[in-house]
């Protein structure tokens, strides 16, 4: 698990990121991962993120020391010109690898890229915006104003259901990375700068554009309902065992339909519903249409099994499943503690505990960083001080 | 709206795709709208994907034309040692910016990263695990395994929700573009080629690490409950106005919360109540522990006025707010009619609609890419022809 910097894909790359919260700093955290050099500035105290829950029992912030590992750190009084003129040095110091700013703090004259294009001409700085007409907006509200949540949840439920990941913010701080990344590329062989701009709400609408979400009402007129568990388009949903253990099932070729219905020795009634209906569950669209009917037919099968006795059935098949669990039980088990994903680091304000490096492993190998520097030196760090280890910048 | 096709970041790379479904797809549609050709490999007839729902009443694909947009297609016997050498030729053909592989196929030793290499040295290839030992998995599967279901959902519901969006195929392809950028990137300064793994489940376990949510047990010994459709960790919750309408707020920072009692003037009320509870509504922490009380004093203002007036005295503070949307009024309104984000696409077998392209502007300018072949053409095709207009390839 030893790991050579200088071969990482993104070595030699100095990267600034003036951030807070989620996006820009996943996309920080993902660049430092592949080998880059990030150093995150925070204002005197602190971003709005510095104590953001969960916290441990003596307050440090598990979500800012997660976000924020293998970053070097610098405080600045980014009020004073002073302190500013600090960023922008940071930001354009000569040198192939640097000239690269990331931040979610758009709208600041001193840290635009027409500012910086003055100091570093083939400079990358990415914004990251709220909403594209410069507003700010956030994970859940952009979720709001684009449907998901009123496609899930139980049917019964009559309202809208947020999700709980931030999965625009986590869509957007990946967006930022590649943006980065191919500019990069670019400025490699053009020796062109860029500025990027990256709104949270156009990240979802893309997604949810190039998903069908959006295309299917404009081209059928109408929106798709809430399915439940069910998943839209195919045959899947979740059964309850005889002892209140809970599965996922996903059968998303005619095998896995098929291995499904021979473990539950359905067969019969299967194929006498396909006949009487007029279907071929052969055909996605089949399966999904009937999908009530089905579910009726596998779960008496479930019902009276034990959640072993499930799960050693369904490991003999082909049947996409998985056994519905909680973090806690994640954190416990193989998935973490028996998962070359994972390593021990020791985080100053937290103690040591198993954290995930980056999930695509270069020629076997997953990338880590060192820890995040302790937020409390960031609360205590004077103006225009390193809170981290990375020398002093003035 | 121009673009030339050159100067975009990523012009010069070709890329292969052997893919089906959300993740790889979307790795490669991505870094087509970043300039790179991408060429997507189907078997006869198609692959699982090619009707998948919604569909037009035609029957095409609303799903398979989003995701392959500006993409050559061509069809191969994959079950044939013609059509894998077809394939393996053209993943390995010289030139510069050649020799790039994205596939969720894994475990086929003709399309093997060391069968690949052994015909061009400094190949790339990546490849798209359902689970990290190799075993099948898809997002909803890797999702309910991992614990967000278990805190989704009204807090009156027992049970688990799963999510609409397939958020993981969605961030596994979005790193799957950054490991193939990344990749190249090493490939252009060291000659060296990259063989990267990519498991869906080690994408979700990374995310949940990385916010905290894994860390959370293994630090303090205890997960979090459903919060229902309130922010975790401030204050942020949806409110019913008089007419139905529904609203998403969320105040993360002190000014936030101050204009949202303001506008509901309750200020009396809550500094009563903060006395009383000896707590401070300027912290994250005491805005989330007790979010019910101020959501009880907060939801009579919305209760008691209509949609309208609830918006236009909204926009007038700094509240961070959104009304929740269907995709159907998403889709006809400004965020999708007067973004520039969209654009006209002349889409085969599904006419013309507004498609997005990249969420991420570079110098102001988003980039679009064509059409997707029309999957009619992929169904018919013979062995080792072009669906597409690419040309022939043997």
Redesign the interface.
Known sequence: MTTTPDS???AGLRIVEVSSF?ASP?CG??LAQ?GAEVTRVDPIGGA?DI???????EGTS??WT??N?GKRSVVADLRSAEGQRIVQDLVTAPGEGGGILVTNQAGREWLSHDTLSQLRSDVVT?EILGR?DGR???D???????????????RE?A?????????WD???G??????V??????R??TGLG??????L???A????????????????G???D????D????Y?T?FVTADGG???I?A??PRHFRDLVSVTGTHDAVAAVEKALGADFAR??DR?RHREILTALFSPWFRERSTDDVRTALAET?V?????????????GD??TA?P??AQLDQPG??T????????????EHYFTGPAVDPASVRQAPAAQNAGESGSVS
């Open positions: 990482r894909p993104l989620v996943l955290l993902t592949l709005a104590g953001r829950l969960p916290t441990t029992a598990i979500y997660g976000l590992k990415v594209r700010p907006g956030v859940y509200t952009v979720n709001a104003a684009l449907g998901f949540p009123q496609i899930t949840g139980p439920h309202g809208v259901v947020n999700h709980a990941l931030p999965a986590v869509a957007c990946l967006y930022a990375a590649l943006a990344t191919s500019a990069v590329r670019r490699e062989r860029s500025h990027v701009t990256l709104p709400d156009d990240v609408l893309s997604i949810a554009s190039t998903l069908g979400y959006l295309t299917e009402p404009q081209v059928n109408a929106e798709r809430a399915t439940g568990n998943v839209y388009g195919t899947g979740d809970r599965f996922m996903v998303l070729t996605d669209e999904y082909a996409l499943h998985e056994q519905y669990r909680g973090f806690a039980e994640v954190a416990a998935a973490v998962n994903l994972f937290i103690g505990y198993l954290a995930a490096g980056l999930p695509a492993a270069f020629d076997g």
